[in-house]
């Protein structure tokens, strides 16, 4: 499990880090959506046929109780609502600032859901280990000049509030139909179908045209960055709970960080700045804080 979540958290931070680098490269972000969210759907198919080597997946949905087909309905819409307020996000703030906020709220959200909805048990390790967590966002947050909140658009600010908690409510939808017995590849098969009739709709009405230049980096990301991450989840979800899973969103944040001095030139510099080490180090404290939380479960 902890090799599983810990690419699925370096694959979504390096979705958001190389769809930062797609924006600045004036990409149109609701084109950008559209790839994203139909790419994933394709996928998703593409892999439940390999995988059964047989087109009848449309029996799953059908047989499936009413409820639990409401819970699709639910998990599409928050999957469209996380994915527009990232990208938009993303543009507005840029990927390390809006992750900072995104997967800084976000370990505790998935908690308390687990809490309220699952029943989970939330022991004084996740506490801890949440409040060292938050504590080392804002000391990162303050560190280097260029994620000063003076910079910060409210607007973005607000994005990676809704994206947090609509990610939150995703995960919960997603562990609650594995428990339900659902294979991972008809969790998937079912989830993106949603965002990707939504994003077609939308770029019908738009004036953004998508430069085939950039379309194979886009897939790459929609393939490594969207499909892989949430299919690896769903494996994680079968064997583990979703307190588990809120442990590793704290490396989502570092690893972003982490990844924009390497792919953006002339950042090292902001690893001299005392306050991002102390940060990243309250970071990992809260990480491992929450790990032996799970140990002791």
Known sequence: MILLFSVFCLLLA????????????????????????????????IFRIWRT????????????????????????????????????????????????????????????????????????WHVLGSITGLTGFALLTLGPSTLSMTNWDRVGVLLAVVSAVSTSLSSLYQKQQIAFGLHPDE????????????????????????????????LLVAFFGVFLPLLLLCFGFMRASLSHFASFLFLIPLFTFVLGPLLVKGE???????????????????????????KKA
């Open 53 to 124: 080597r047989s087109l009848d997946f449309k029996n799953v949905f059908v047989e499936l109780p009413r409820s639990q087909k409401f819970l699709f309905l639910k998990l599409g819409v928050a999957t469209w609502i996380v994915y527009v307020a990232t990208i938009f996000g993303i543009q507005s703030l840029g990927a390390a600032p809006f992750n900072l906020i995104d997967y800084g709220a976000m370990p505790i959200l998935t908690l308390l859901s687990g809490v309220v909805f699952l029943r989970e048990r939330l022991s004084r």
């Open 187 to 218: 969790v998937l098969l079912f989830r993106f179908p949603i965002p990707a009739v939504l994003m077609i709709c939308w770029v019908l009405f738009h004036n953004g045209v998508l430069q085939i230049s950039n379309l194979p980096a886009m």
């Open 268 to 294: 090292w510099n902001k690893f001299i700045d005392p306050r991002v080490l102390s940060g990243m180090t309250l970071i990992l404290a809260g990480y491992f804080a929450s790990t032996k939380a799970n």
């Open 14 to 45: 390096s979705r958001d880090a190389f769809s930062h680098l797609l924006l600045a490269q004036a990409v149109d972000p609701i084109v950008l959506l559209t790839v994203y969210c139909t790419s994933a759907c394709i996928f998703a198919l």
